[in-house]
């Protein structure tokens, strides 16, 4: 439906809708950070790949204490005979799409190369990011980040509200039970880039007689272009990130908006006290529809971003100067992150029952993935 619809849709944008989106000035890029809202370009030839990021890399458990699990039976790539599910061991490498839970006392720690560590502590849910730009998607539980003063890259780990990118020093992660995430840094090198504001107000269109077109030549899948255009309609949304000061402590919504300070942690400065205070705060369960709601709903979002990002990159070709594939490539990855978090989030408290027909909304997060790495590769 999709190769006979995309040429159509992208002809009559090219004669007659124009964008009325205005690119806003970006900060500094960080592999999967800085980006900016862009114009829709005309269909310019074949897709190229979208600008380097850091590719999806194998972890290393480097040091366990307690009891943890790896689940590999959804590794995406380099499946072997040990993909299943099974006890975590010391030295084994971590692939894209596998899943470790660390259970009761105790900890992981992962070795990220080069010169990075995660450690994830009890009742903790990880795994190992399927898409550019991130290294780990922390879904559940309290990790630590700390990574080397001279290490050649940062260490990125996505959560349901948003990225937190460590090039110096470390923090102390925490995800709580309907998805906020909790982030004390204890060095300089600490940047959050939390979910972008709401849609603005003016964005692409199409005219009512560009669909009513559309759909006289598509009349037997009437729902299916629907889901066409509104993909058209849909904005890349603005991202600002976030640096923390050493010490700075600060909780975000599942939205990723700025949330009142957490109470019980204020006073405690002991990074280990902090761990268990924190892991006391993640296992407490909020209500389960109200948090299934406001995760589909930012993931709804996350999945328009993504859908905004791939037609652009698959539409314009050539087209796009570099610096432009990179932004539009780097809030691809952000946007691919938090669905991924906020999907397992959602899935994990549906076990739990509750009204989950939202959830469907996300549903489409591996589909979206693995088209995004498709694009990616050369």
């Not at 990220?112 to 450690?119: A, L, Y």
């Not at 759909?215 to 058209?232: A, G, K, W, Y």
């Amino acid at each position: 439906m999709r190769s006979t619809l995309f040429p159509a849709l992208m002809m009559l944008l090219s004669l007659g809708c124009s964008a009325h989106n205005h690119p806003r000035d970006g900060g500094a890029m960080d592999g999967g950070a800085g980006v900016r809202r862009v114009d829709l370009d005309p269909d310019a030839g074949a897709p190229t790949p979208i600008a380097a990021l850091p590719a999806v890399t194998p972890l290393t458990l480097v040091q366990l204490s307690g009891a943890a699990t790896i689940d590999s039976s959804l590794r995406l790539t380099g499946r072997a005979a040990d993909a299943g599910f099974g006890a975590a061991a010391v030295g084994q490498s971590i692939h894209p799409g596998d899943v470790l839970l660390v259970g009761g006392p105790g900890g992981a720690t992962l070795g990220v190369s080069p010169g990075g560590r995660i450690t994830l502590y009890g009742n903790s849910l990880a795994e190992a990011a399927g898409h550019r730009g991130a290294v780990l998607v922390l879904s559940a539980g309290v990790a630590t980040i700390e990574v080397a003063p001279l290490a050649a890259d940062a260490v990125r780990v996505d959560t349901p509200a948003g990225r937190v990118i460590v090039s110096g020093g470390g923090c102390t992660v925490a995800v709580g039970d309907d998805g906020s995430t909790f982030v004390a840094a204890t060095g300089e090198g600490v940047t959050v880039w939390p979910s972008p504001p709401a849609p603005p107000a003016q964005a692409t269109r199409l005219t009512p007689a560009q669909i009513a077109a559309l759909r006289q030549q598509t009349p037997e899948h009437p729902v299916l272009l629907d889901v066409e255009i509104r993909e058209l309609d849909a904005v890349l949304r603005p991202v600002a990130s976030r640096a923390l000061r050493r010490a700075e402590r600060v909780l975000f919504s599942p939205l990723g908006a700025v949330a009142p300070a957490l109470r019980g942690v204020a006073g405690v400065r002991d990074t280990a006290a902090l761990v268990v205070a924190l892991q006391r705060w993640a296992a407490e369960q909020r209500p389960n529809v109200v948090a299934i709601m406001e995760l589909s709903r930012a993931g709804a979002a996350d999945v328009a971003d993504i859908n905004a990002a791939l037609i652009r990159l698959r539409a314009s070709g050539a087209a796009l100067d570099a610096e432009t594939r990179g932004r539009i490539a780097s809030q691809l990855s952000l946007a691919l992150g938090r669905l991924a978090a906020r999907s397992r989030r959602g899935r994990d408290l549906a076990v739990r029952g509750g009204e989950v027909t939202a959830l469907v909304q996300m549903a489409r997060f591996e589909t979206l993935r693995d088209e995004a790495a498709a694009l990616a590769t050369p």
